[in-house]
């Protein structure tokens, strides 16, 4: 488990774009998958969707509720991930917690603190 | 991908034993040996508890375990304490690189 720390939340307005960026030390940043779960108030935790490693090729997957919506990149040289997030819905509000997946991608080994998202007009 | 079916809420004394299911289907918890379970506390982040359907990252107590049987997976706190209280998900890798959580259980120690 390593420190993960994200940043960029706030209140946005429906149809708005916000943008979350997330970064990790103590890891080789670059060996490592990272995604995004988020959690409604109240609410359970849900799977966003993730970037691969680079020696997974670096692709990327995204639940059905967001795909075509939120895009997530990765600078490796400076050790962030970013969560783009367009045409934002009430629905979208939330905490953002960044997550760092093991070298095996199946399991989450790192969260951030989360941030929040607040959708409203 | 739907949700895995957890109970809402169990609940024990101390040094009991509780067990929570995690219900999915053949295209994730019955697929795939990628089962992790996560406790969260009141107003902090999630925090693996375990990984591979039955393992214990170091760190975590030994009165957590876990099994899988098909497409259902099991959480046991044995010797319930005062701390564990908390809200515990399920996660299973499902079908074209996608994992899914449970609806959570809220565990109370009474």
């Known amino acids: 488990e390593v420190p993960v720390v994200e940043s960029g939340g706030g209140l946005v307005q429906p149809g708005r774009s916000l943008r979350l960026s997330c970064t990790a030390s103590?890891?080789?940043?670059?060996?490592?998958?990272v995604g995004w779960v988020r959690q409604a108030p109240g609410k359970g935790l849900e799977w966003v969707g993730f970037i691969r490693s680079r020696p997974y090729g670096g692709t990327t997957a995204y639940a059905a509720s967001v795909k075509g919506r939120f895009t997530i990149s990765r600078d490796d040289s400076k050790s962030f991930a970013h969560l783009q997030m367009n045409s934002l819905k009430t629905e979208d509000t939330g905490t953002y917690f960044c997550?760092?997946?093991?070298?095996?991608?199946?399991?989450?080994?790192?969260w951030g603190q989360g941030s929040l998202v607040a959708v409203s007009s | 991908q739907s949700a895995l079916t957890q109970p809402r809420s169990v609940s024990g004394s101390p040094g009991q034993s509780v067990t929570i299911s995690c219900t999915g289907s053949g295209s994730d918890v019955g697929a795939y040996n990628w089962v992790s379970w996560y406790q969260q506390h009141p107003g902090e982040a999630p925090k693996l508890l375990i990984y591979?359907?039955?393992k214990r990252p170091s760190g975590v107590p030994a009165r957590f375990s876990a099994s899988k049987s098909g497409n259902t997976a099991s959480l046991t706190i044995s010797g319930l304490q005062a701390e564990d209280e908390a809200d515990y998900y399920c996660?299973?890798?499902?079908?074209?690189?996608?994992?899914?959580f449970g609806g959570g259980t809220k565990v109370a120690v009474l």
């Open positions: 103590g890891l080789v940043f670059s060996d490592h998958s």
């Open positions: 591979d359907v039955t």
């Open positions: 997550i760092i997946y093991d070298y095996g991608e199946d399991y989450f080994d790192s």
């Open positions: 996660c299973s890798y499902a079908d074209n690189y996608s994992w899914v």
